[in-house]
């Protein structure tokens, strides 16, 4: 029962991004054979949630210098067991900037992501089923370095390129602004 719901946002996602069917299939085969697919503890991958925080003009989105894989990313990181992955992009993305005032700019997915997560001391190597939803700060943008950063950026979308060249960055990167240029 408690995967239902994120089934159901990655059929609505796939209305929306045909072209991504093999990914798309790969994350419902996944979750649908995994009952525990929440859970840290399922040694070959897990769902995970991200969140792409953009400013109030929409211009600019914060990216962290992420620690441990040492790039560029958006922030983001693992449900802790929670199958609303929407609530869990969330929470990960006011612990890792320290700004409170972070809203969702929509309940649907805005990008998924397949991708391997190296060994690490007793961690074996093991995949990041990634769920991103696309969130507004809504007061100060003035955000605070976590333990899991190096740095944070709020980084001009047209320029994300200049920091990193993680193809599924940059496809954030022009989802983004085409969803921007069909609103104008």
Request: aromatic share 8%; net charge negative; hydrophobic share 35%.
């Amino acid at each position: 029962m408690h995967r239902k719901k994120l089934l159901a946002l990655l059929e609505r996602y796939r209305k929306q991004n045909p072209e991504e069917n093999e990914v798309i299939d790969r994350f419902i085969h996944f979750i649908s054979a995994h009952p525990d697919c929440f859970e840290l503890s399922l040694q070959e991958g897990h769902i995970t949630g991200s969140a792409w925080v953009v400013d109030r003009s929409g211009a600019r989105v914060l990216l962290t210098h992420h620690r441990r894989l040492n790039k560029w990313v958006q922030l983001g990181g693992h449900t802790d067991g929670d199958s609303d992955v929407g609530a869990a992009a969330l929470r990960e993305a006011k612990e890792e900037s320290g700004i409170e005032g972070i809203e969702p700019l929509s309940n649907s997915i805005f990008d998924i992501d397949l991708h391997s997560i190296p060994a690490r001391g007793d961690e074996p190597a093991h995949y990041h089923y990634d769920v991103r939803f696309a969130f507004t700060v809504t007061d100060s943008e003035d955000y605070t370095v976590s333990d899991e950063s190096h740095d944070l950026a709020w980084v001009e979308i047209e320029t994300i390129a200049e920091y990193t060249s993680e193809e599924s960055m940059l496809r954030m990167g022009r989802k983004w602004v085409k969803k921007q240029n069909k609103e104008e």
